[in-house]
């Protein structure tokens, strides 16, 4: 008998499930309808989380910014082990080239791209949402709905854009053939709440192959595992591990730079 109603139960849970999918499916387009008008009557948080990737040939380079507040911070790290990090008004720069000791310097965020960066991206998302371009532009091709963490916006929105019908070359100042585009968030049960607004591109331009993202609102604090922080507090974190393993590894005596690079570009 137990195992009759388990299986009931079993059933029952499923099919909730399925329908709660089926759910969100049918009301996709009618939730990015709702965002469009959010989008056109609400400014963007002045929060943001920046993530860029850049590979070229034999070379990768990773960057990431953070704004909360009046707290600022920058990282920027390559294979080759070049950092250099923004904080505090303090801009600082390490390289092999420089045996690792600190270049530090003073300086403003403003000095940085940063802050235009996030600017630009959001009228980006406002031109892509807008209401009153001409139909035949900025085509939606499709959106996945998926399940998110969080308890208060649980469901996942990507909306993919037809690159056929947008002028990337007018909306991002760029000449870079575009691979990818999207907006994603995050939405309430109701489809009229949202959170975590960012704009995701990918594109190449001169042979080099560039991937960001750029997200809007408190940037995520670390996970359980203490791991994938996007706070200035947890860009400097990662900041001084990095640190702490070139310079540990640069000042052993039985150092080998050649070795040492090999593993640095593999892990």
């Not at 690792?100 to 892509?128: G, T």
């Not at 035949?136 to 929105?157: A, G, L, M, R």
């Not at 760029?174 to 607004?197: M, P, R, T, V």
Request: a negative charge; aromatic letters at 14%.
């Amino acid at each position: 008998m137990r195992k009759i109603f388990s299986v009931i139960l079993c059933t029952v849970f499923c099919v909730s499930l399925c329908s709660c999918s089926d759910k969100r499916e049918e009301n996709k387009n009618e939730v990015y309808e709702n965002f469009r008008e959010y989008i056109a009557e609400n400014t963007l948080e002045e929060n943001y989380y920046i993530q860029i990737s850049k590979t070229a040939s034999e070379s990768h380079i990773l960057t990431e910014a953070s704004k909360l507040n009046d707290d600022c911070a920058f990282m920027h790290y390559d294979v080759n082990g070049n950092l250099k990090f923004y904080r505090d008004g303090k801009y600082t720069a390490l390289s092999i080239s420089n045996l690792y000791i600190p270049e530090e310097k003073d300086a403003k965020w403003e000095d940085f791209e940063y802050e235009s960066m996030a600017a630009s991206y959001r009228e980006i998302i406002a031109q892509l949402c807008s209401n009153t371009d001409d139909s035949s532009k900025n085509t939606v091709k499709d959106i996945n709905v998926s399940d998110s963490d969080n308890k208060e916006f649980p469901d996942k929105y990507s909306v993919q854009y037809d690159l056929e019908t947008v002028d990337t070359r007018s909306l991002f100042q760029n000449g870079g053939n575009f691979g990818s585009l999207s907006i994603k968030f995050l939405s309430d049960e109701n489809g009229k709440n949202y959170k975590d607004i960012s704009l995701n591109c990918q594109y190449d331009y001169n042979d080099e192959i560039y991937v960001i993202s750029v997200k809007y609102g408190t940037p995520d604090s670390p996970d359980e595992k203490g791991e994938n922080g996007q706070r200035p507090e947890d860009i400097e974190e990662i900041f001084q591990d990095y640190v702490d393993k070139l310079t540990s590894a640069y000042t052993s005596s039985d150092f080998n730079y050649e070795d040492y690079l090999d593993q640095y570009v593999n892990q």
